[in-house]
Nanobody, 118 residues
Framework: QVQLVESGGGLVQPGGSLRLSCAAS????????MGWYRQAPGKQRELVAV???????NYADSVKGRFTISRDNAKNTVYLQMNSLKPEDTALYSC????????????WGQGTQVTVSS
């Protein structure tokens, strides 16, 4: 079994910054891709950013130039640095990880709320 625990969410004013963390623990041999997704009320969940084990990244157009995804493979942790936050970034942010133990399986965290408001 694998657990993903997010932290770092909160209330921030427009233009502010937050750094999210997501730590994976449990039965892990290796982790392939790790990603951040978000879901705003009344909207579908969308990909925010993803990073492979080798460090290749991909971002949603709406966050390019403002958000940066990174990971620490030794700690099985993925980060999301969010700068120049906008009210439309308000959502529940969840991480996922493609974990290999005896086979590959995708796990999800419970999410952390980010609210951008003045």
């Amino acid at each position: 079994q694998v657990q993903l625990v997010e932290s770092g969410g909160g209330l921030v004013q427009p233009g502010g910054s937050l750094r999210l963390s997501c730590a994976a623990s449990g039965s892990i041999f290796s982790i392939n891709a790790m990603g951040w997704y978000r879901q705003a009320p009344g909207k579908q969940r969308e990909l925010v950013a993803v990073i492979t084990s080798g460090g290749s990244t991909n971002y949603a157009d709406s966050v390019k130039g403002r958000f940066t995804i990174s990971r620490d493979n030794a700690k099985n942790t993925v980060y999301l640095q969010m700068n120049s936050l906008k009210p439309e970034d308000t959502a529940l942010y969840s991480c996922n990880a493609d974990v290999y133990y005896s086979d590959f399986e995708v796990y999800w965290g419970q999410g952390t709320q980010v609210t951008v408001s003045s």
